[in-house]
């Protein structure tokens, strides 16, 4: 992790305000992917990490049970409690929580993870650690869209920013979920530096 979760932490808060409105394309597009393929049954309690200001977790919440957001920023999640509480979801809860420590009861159900535009804040070893917790909450599916390289970057036109970010190889993330006992069922390339990828359990699929 090139700067500190502290860091991170008020380098979003200062910007939280500005922020849904500077994403760009791409971003959108990732996670309208990751909305699409975490599909939450009525039933489901779905973990969204590194939730921000709450793109993906009050999208899946019309569909969901209930949504734990969890993020490091207070100040963007103060904008996704304001929102969630503009559009009447009562079934979302924004609280502290990290990729590798995301707070969440030992005996809460997860059924769905997911993630978007976070997890290249780590490093790749860092990473990994985080697929292993997201695996050890049972869920039996994990959405994650992120910076990430199909093949060598331009290091003239980076899509991310060297100085703040540790983006992941695809075959690296793809391998790091196999070696959690799940099956890649699906990469999407959305730009040369961006990729959705979506990881079930054997008996997820077996119920398809």
């Known amino acids: 992790m090139k700067k500190t979760v502290e860091e991170h932490a008020a380098r979003f808060s200062e910007k939280a305000a500005e922020y849904d409105d500077s994403k760009s394309d791409e971003y959108h597009a990732c996670a309208s992917l990751v909305i699409d393929y975490a599909d939450p049954d009525a039933d489901d309690v779905v973990l969204d990490l590194g939730a921000g200001t709450g793109a993906i977790a009050l999208a899946v919440a019309e569909d969901a049970e209930r949504v734990l957001a969890r993020d490091i920023s207070e100040g ?23 990729f590798r420590e995301p707070e969440v009861d030992s005996d809460r159900r997860i059924d769905i993870v997911t993630s978007n535009f976070a ?32 093949e060598d970057p331009d290091p003239g036109a980076p899509f991310y920013g060297p100085e703040v970010d540790d983006p992941a190889t695809v075959g690296t993330l793809v391998e790091a979920f196999t070696a959690e006992g799940f099956a890649v069922t699906a990469v999407e390339r959305v730009h040369d530096q961006v990729a959705v990828i979506v990881a079930e359990r054997g008996a997820a699929l077996a119920d398809r």
């Open 76 to 98: 963007m999640m103060d904008e996704g409690r304001r929102k969630a509480d503009e559009r009447g979801l009562a079934n979302v809860e924004f609280a502290y929580g990290e």
């Open 119 to 150: 997890l290249h804040h780590l490093a790749d070893d860092e990473k990994r650690e985080a697929i292993r917790v997201m695996a050890a909450t049972g869920a039996r599916r994990i959405v994650l869209g992120d910076v990430a390289f199909f």
